[in-house]
């Protein structure tokens, strides 16, 4: 099983900041078969990024992703009055489809 | 408008048994891989099990050691989970999703949610 570590656990910022979160697996992900969401109290969650880097349709153009092999990283580019959240990584390149813990993201 | 709409969850015994249901509507849902997400409250997300379009190939976690079964009805464009032997840990907010991709290639991250239904295993 493919274990992901996510870090920080929480990143306290302000707005128009830039957010950067990251996510670690313990084994290769392949093709880079690594999206993120993004959890709202009381909401389902919302697929922002898949393949690593591909924006989910609707998403704004300030979230982006990359990495590959183990290592991945979400960016928000500023920070805005919405985005502050729960993000959650999540490897589908081998089962089981393993997520990470998280990374919230709060107002400073 | 694409939809998801799990029903079936409650209060359970533990060692008992529940089948959630997830209907779906706004695409076409034989030509999706679906999944099933859990959320215990306070806690994250865990990914409990996913199915191919055609219902023909399961994948599971491996905490589940068995005791869960997924399944669909593409006639009734609706998935289902059987759970059974019931235990405590497994009191949570279960979520339906859609796998993204299109009819030429799967992939189960998970491009569409439902509201989720809860489940509380208790005496």
């Known amino acids: 099983e493919i274990v992901l570590t996510q870090s920080p656990g929480t990143l306290s910022l302000s707005p128009g900041e830039r957010a950067t979160l990251s996510c670690r697996a313990s084994?290769?992900?392949?093709?880079?078969?690594l999206a993120w969401y993004q959890q709202k109290p009381g909401q389902a969650p919302r697929l922002l990024i898949y393949?690593?880097?591909s924006r989910a349709t609707g998403i704004p153009d300030r979230f982006s992703g990359s990495g590959s092999g183990t290592d991945f990283t979400l960016t928000i580019s500023r920070l805005e009055p919405e985005d502050f959240a729960v993000y959650y990584c999540?490897?589908?390149?081998?089962?089981?489809?393993?997520f990470g813990p998280g990374t919230k993201v709060d107002f400073k | 408008e694409v939809q998801l709409v799990e029903s079936g969850g409650g209060l359970v015994q533990p060692g008992g048994s529940r089948r959630l249901s997830c209907a779906a509507s706004?695409?076409?849902?034989?030509?999706?891989?679906m999944n099933w997400v859990r959320q215990a409250p306070g806690k994250g997300l865990e990914w409990v099990s996913a199915i191919s379009p055609g219902g023909s190939t399961t994948y599971y976690a491996d905490s589940l050691k068995g005791r869960f079964t997924i399944s669909r009805d593409n006639s009734k464009n609706t998935l289902f989970l059987q759970m059974n032997s019931l235990r405590a840990e497994d009191t949570a907010l279960y979520y339906c999703?859609?796998?993204?991709?299109?009819?030429?290639?799967?992939?189960?991250?998970?491009?569409?949610w439902g509201k989720g239904t809860p489940v509380t295993v208790s005496s």
């Open positions: 999703a859609k796998g993204g991709g299109d009819e030429h290639h799967n992939f189960f991250y998970m491009d569409v």
């Open positions: 706004g695409f076409t849902f034989n030509i999706y891989a």
């Open positions: 393949g690593a880097s």
């Open positions: 084994q290769y992900v392949s093709s880079r078969f």
């Open positions: 999540q490897q589908y390149g081998n089962s089981p489809f393993t």
